[in-house]
């Protein structure tokens, strides 16, 4: 079957996705002098822009792939909330399913660009585990609505939203009901978090970090990708791992296999939100029964489509198979 045949099973495919959310808004302009006031550029704004960020660009992403994100976190109560609840709207996906938490801001990150070129971030958010009583709203979520998903996603950006317990808990809930669990882990997360998922996704920082071994890098060698692949695999007791590999394309291990696919990227202005782009690929693909190797193949021209855009935005179904087409 040929991967554009393939990815016709994406229809109407529910994914449960919970992680961190938030906005990304950014701040365009050209630099023209520096301040007077310090040694620092004055960007002239010329536009502004929100998006949606972290676990929002995943879900909208299924979406933009002809799937249905069932999409569960928590927003603040406030303005950005409101803002988030929006975008959502404007994308098509669902914010029903979001928990309203008082304690803590609706996450914002504001990229200031000149070109092309970040010139500074500036970040609204509270690094901190839910409470008892919101992530009890949480996991009553997902008991509630995993048995009409066809597979679990955990976004972890490390904001607070998937403590050991919660992450537990809905592997726990998803092995019950027989659903596979997709994990893009966080390179400060103990990886003890995610024991008992089906599959992660790190980036080659990620796994060699969350590997624990003493590997310097693994730009270009087979061997300690093979190596840290396994470590991850029994660390989290999986029978499958892949690592991204940015411009190398990816690697991923099935069993005692290993094979690597190629990118596909024509042009990269922004890497941002690359990974977001995969796991929702590699989640609907894989969820739909098509192999691992060809989930891979469709994650990585998925990607290859985003990189060439800047900021979080959406592969669509379309640029998908364009991009079948041209390799």
Not at 179 to 184: H, Q, S
Not at 229 to 254: C, D, P, W, Y
């Amino acid at each position: 079957m040929s991967l554009e045949s393939s990815i016709q099973k994406f229809q109407k495919k529910k994914i449960l996705v919970i992680g961190d959310i938030g906005i990304d808004e950014y701040v365009n302009g050209s630099v023209k002098r520096i301040s007077p006031e310090a040694p620092v550029p004055v960007v002239e704004v010329e536009s502004e822009e929100q998006r949606l960020g972290l676990a929002t660009n995943v879900a909208q992403n299924i979406q933009s792939l002809g799937g249905v994100p069932v999409l569960v976190s928590i927003v603040g109560a406030d303005y950005s909330g409101d803002q988030l609840r929006k975008l959502l709207k404007d994308a098509n996906v669902s914010d029903e399913y979001l928990v309203t938490d008082t304690s803590r801001p609706t996450t914002r990150k504001i990229r200031v660009m000149s070109d092309h070129h970040h010139v500074v971030r500036v970040d609204f958010e509270q690094r901190k585990f839910l409470g008892t009583e919101v992530e009890n709203k949480i996991l009553q979520i997902v008991q509630r609505m995993i048995g009409d998903c066809d597979g679990v996603i955990l976004q972890d950006y490390a904001k607070g939203v998937l403590s050991e317990k919660l992450s537990q808990e809905i592997i726990k809930i998803a092995r019950a009901r027989n659903k596979k669990v997709l994990v893009d882990p966080h390179r400060t997360t103990p990886i003890d978090y995610y024991r008992g998922a089906d599959l992660m996704t790190p980036n080659a920082e990620e796994a060699l970090i969350l590997s624990g071994l003493p590997v310097d890098d693994l730009r270009g060698v087979s061997e300690s990708y093979q190596e840290v692949g396994h470590a991850l695999m029994k660390a989290i007791g999986s029978k499958q791992m892949v690592i991204t590999r940015g411009k190398n394309g990816m690697s991923f291990f099935e069993g005692e296999k290993t094979e690597h696919v190629p990118t596909f990227a024509r042009e990269v202005f922004d890497v941002t939100g690359a990974g977001d782009t995969v796991i929702a690929a590699m989640a609907l693909a894989w969820c739909s029964g098509i192999s691992l190797k060809e989930s891979c193949l469709i994650a990585n021209h998925a990607a290859g489509v985003v990189v060439g855009k800047v900021g979080c935005v959406p592969c669509s179904i379309d640029e998908l198979k364009a991009s079948f087409a041209r390799s």
